[in-house]
């Protein structure tokens, strides 16, 4: 934990001096001053010296997910594409695997402004923005096209401009992917789960989901989370499959269970101050991009996530089971006292609209 916050001190003081030399436009400048009056009317971004339409702007860009993720490729590839359409006018600095802290910290380190851009779960950071717990609807999404098409509708872009309560702007989605049960014991019915020690994210929803479907659930930041499972003070988690691969939770779970109970994706903001500030090229340029990082990380996160499960299949620590029928039908069936929590936690109709959205309708 002291490297994390060494290193997010390291940037903060990294992102002063930039500033202070002048060459930083628009970032980093704090809590909403509103009157930003510069000539152009609409930008308290720095022109570019090289006359280019677009403001000068450093991004510093952080995610907790591992380099090797679907995640951290889509964040280099908005990267590549801002820096090469920009002229490299718009310039990105990109810390994966939780350098800058966990989900939680690093949102709050870009609400307060030290912090430029992120892509946390939606339930890490729904205790702040509660819209976002309408994603944490167990059994929700029956595939991926059904959680592309509920992301690019209105409803999706509802959830987005939620977070502008919390003073980020919504970008777009990544995948994070469908979660999967991780333990040391054979699940073959739902009584198998009754007192299962399980981290669950630290988010309300996902703490019901787990006691109703008899689990003992206990909150946990997934930065902990490797060595909780290696001394055993949980017994078990839940996470999509790059993770499970990625984090090396495969090597101290030895049961990989396909319950895809839940799809929690990973939402991209950047500081709502620091958008507003840039002029409607910039703004464009950085929307624009972000929506080809969004194209790409569909294009690629099927295969990554089928690499993984294959390689946690041969590597002789852990294997992938499917469940049957009869056990999904269970855990649907106790999930059935969650929705009206999500209603409640997500507030307005943001839940209502997503479910519209997916054709689900909880029974
Ligand atoms: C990574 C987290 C992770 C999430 C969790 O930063 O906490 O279990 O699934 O992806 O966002």
């Not at 702007?169 to 198998?192: H, P, V």
């Not at 950085?286 to 690629?300: G, H, K, L, N």
Request: aromatic share 10%.
């Amino acid at each position: 934990m002291k490297k994390k916050f060494l290193s997010l001190f390291l940037v903060l003081a990294m992102a002063l001096a930039l500033t202070a030399c002048g060459s930083n436009g628009g970032s980093n400048s704090g809590s909403g001053s509103g009157g930003d009056s510069s000539g152009d009317g609409s930008s308290s971004g720095a022109p570019a010296a090289d006359g280019s339409e677009f403001n000068q702007l450093n991004i510093i860009a952080a995610h907790g997910a591992a380099e090797t993720t679907s995640e951290n490729a889509s964040f280099l590839k908005f990267k590549e594409l801002v820096e090469e359409k920009s002229g490299g006018v718009v310039t990105v600095d990109l810390y994966p695997n939780q350098q800058l802290g966990g989900d939680r910290e690093y949102t709050e380190a870009c609400v307060q402004g030290n912090v430029t851009m992120g892509g946390p779960s939606t339930a890490n950071i729904a205790p702040f923005v509660p819209a976002l717990n309408a994603f944490e609807t167990p059994f929700l999404f029956s595939d991926r096209e059904t959680v592309y098409k509920a992301l690019d509708s209105a409803a999706g872009q509802a959830l987005l401009d939620s977070l502008e309560t919390a003073g980020l702007k919504g970008l777009g989605y990544f995948e994070n992917g469908f979660r999967q049960l991780t333990c040391n014991k054979d699940i073959n019915a739902l009584s198998d789960l009754n007192g299962l020690k399980i981290r669950v994210m630290e988010n309300e929803v996902h703490l019901a989901i787990w006691t109703a479907l008899g689990a003992n659930p206990g909150p946990l930041a997934f930065g902990e989370l490797y060595t909780a499972l290696q001394q055993k003070s949980f017994d078990a988690q839940e996470n999509p499959a790059e993770l499970i691969y990625n984090t090396k939770f495969f090597e101290v779970q030895d049961h990989v269970y396909l319950t895809n109970h839940i799809y929690t994706p990973y939402i991209i903001y950047i500081n709502l101050d620091v958008w507003n500030g840039l002029n409607e090229a910039t703004q464009n340029l950085i929307q624009e991009c972000m929506d080809e990082a969004v194209a790409y990380c569909r294009e690629i996160c099927a295969e990554n996530e089928q690499n993984c499960f294959d390689a946690i299949n041969e590597s002789g620590k852990s294997k992938t089971y499917e469940i049957s029928d009869d056990l999904r039908a269970e855990m649907v069936a106790a999930c059935s006292s969650v929705y009206d929590l999500v209603i409640e936690k997500a507030g307005g109709t943001y839940a209502q609209d997503l479910w519209a959205e997916a054709g689900f309708s909880p029974n």
